[in-house]
């Protein structure tokens, strides 16, 4: 009997590929109905969005009949979480244990866990997740059924949005997403964003120190500390720039939303030319590593800033919260940074060739599309074939992350026994 041997990322990459595939299938059963049809490249699109958790749609989620919307939402929440981390969690309560190889599969993917960690994560993340959903699905219900929905329709909308929302999917059953909600139901959603969009490393760690007297991790505060830091002052920089015309909370929800969820409150395309800059700069940053959004991370941000500081001061070590940072950390953030850019000025020029539409509004939608947000200035709907399959392969891009693409193609890692003499370069 042939013995494969797959590297955890290659079989996280043919995982999500197959549920988009399957997603897509669903999609056409006779079953499912759209109101305006649906073609097998929406059906595609529309699947790699939801598995990708991104949000941007070529067809209307609300001209989808229950099933489709359902599966909609099945998807978004086995992408969210990721399959192998649910296949594993489902194994882990039927069986009460994991083998050695699939301990190793969820600790490889994890990159900062170790093996005996493995199992605990597992229990935590799905525990956290659906508890998380709940408690936004009860606040969010009552909150529609305050905006006029019978109890019903409120109930189904608070199930649909608690899930999008937790996932950082962007996905609404309502054609204007959340405009004109109430404030119960922003503020909620706005939190399950941050929740879904911390990372379950950090929530794990959170937990760990809570009850079992762990330290904090650099990672965690990284993470905290850069998140609220980012939430505040695109806030800020929103509500100046708009000069007052959006309020406070609309200010905070799009600052949130913005860098990973695609959730919006007011009209994306009637914000000033350099709201929108300002919130591709975030788009690009995204969520933080192991939650359910998308971007270059926060951690990666934190440390490309932090190095990049201790440079320019003439350190040539990297200093963060008393901890010397491994020279490895800061090459893999650089390198996942100039990856994104590469992706993002390839899949720009593309669509620009190929497509009809100006530059802001055609970078505004490559970023939202691999950076996983879902925000859109309204060109997704007028792309053709070409445009649809560009913005596909951003997604899921975007979703399994350029970090994943490099170490997938590295069956080992490969440590040279051989030592060079060392000499400098002129950089400029």
């Not at 600790?107 to 936004?136: H, P, R, W």
């Not at 019903?152 to 199930?159: M, R």
């Not at 950090?202 to 965690?220: A, D």
């Not at 490969?414 to 060079?420: E, I, R």
Request: charged share 10%.
């Amino acid at each position: 009997m042939f013995n494969f041997k797959i590297n955890p990322w290659m079989y996280l990459f043919i995982t999500f590929a197959l549920f988009i595939i399957v997603g897509t299938f669903l999609l056409k059963m006779p079953f499912v109905k759209h109101a305006d049809g649906l073609s097998y490249i929406d059906a595609l699109f529309t699947a790699t969005s939801a598995v990708c958790v991104t949000g941007l749609i070529v067809v209307d989620t609300s001209g989808f009949n229950f099933w489709g919307q359902f599966f909609i939402m099945l998807m978004m929440q086995v992408g969210a979480i990721g399959i192998m981390t649910l296949t594993s969690s489902l194994l882990l309560f039927l069986r009460g244990e994991l083998d050695f190889s699939r301990k190793f599969m969820v600790a490889k993917i994890s990159d900062s866990l170790n093996i005996q960690e493995a199992e605990k994560v597992l229990i935590i993340v799905v525990i956290y997740t659906f508890v998380m959903e709940f408690v936004g699905f009860l606040v969010l219900s009552y909150g529609f059924f305050l905006d006029g929905f019978v109890l019903k329709d409120a109930v189904y909308y608070g199930l649909f949005h608690a899930v999008s929302a937790f996932c950082n999917a962007g996905f609404s059953t309502f054609d204007s997403s959340l405009i004109g909600s109430n404030s119960i139901v922003k503020v909620t959603t706005m939190f399950l964003i941050v929740f879904g969009g911390l990372g379950f490393y950090v929530i794990y760690n959170i937990f760990m120190t809570l009850f079992s007297g762990e330290r904090i991790k650099v990672h965690t505060k990284i993470v905290i500390y850069t998140t609220f830091a980012l939430i505040i002052s695109g806030t800020v920089l929103i509500f100046s720039l708009e000069k007052g015309s959006l309020s406070i909370l609309d200010s905070f929800f799009q600052s949130i939303t913005t860098r990973t969820a695609g959730f919006n409150t007011v009209g994306i395309d009637e914000l000033h030319i350099v709201t929108k800059f300002l919130m591709i700069v975030f788009m690009i940053i995204g969520a933080s590593p192991g939650s359910t959004g998308g971007g270059i991370k926060t951690t990666a941000f934190y440390i490309a800033v932090v190095s990049m500081y201790s440079i320019l001061r003439g350190n040539k070590k990297v200093v963060i919260f008393n901890r010397n940072i491994a020279l490895i950390n800061i090459l893999k953030a650089y390198a996942l940074i100039s990856l994104y850019i590469f992706f993002l000025v390839t899949a720009t020029l593309l669509l620009l060739y190929f497509g009809d539409f100006n530059f802001m509004d055609t970078l505004f939608e490559v970023t939202s599309a691999l950076g996983t947000v879902g925000l859109s200035l309204g060109i997704t709907g007028e792309l053709g074939v070409f445009g649809k399959l560009i913005i596909t392969a951003c997604m899921f891009l975007g979703r399994i992350g350029p970090a994943t693409l490099i170490t997938m193609l590295l069956l080992k890692e490969k440590t040279s026994k051989v030592s060079y003499p060392e000499e400098k370069i002129i950089l400029g």
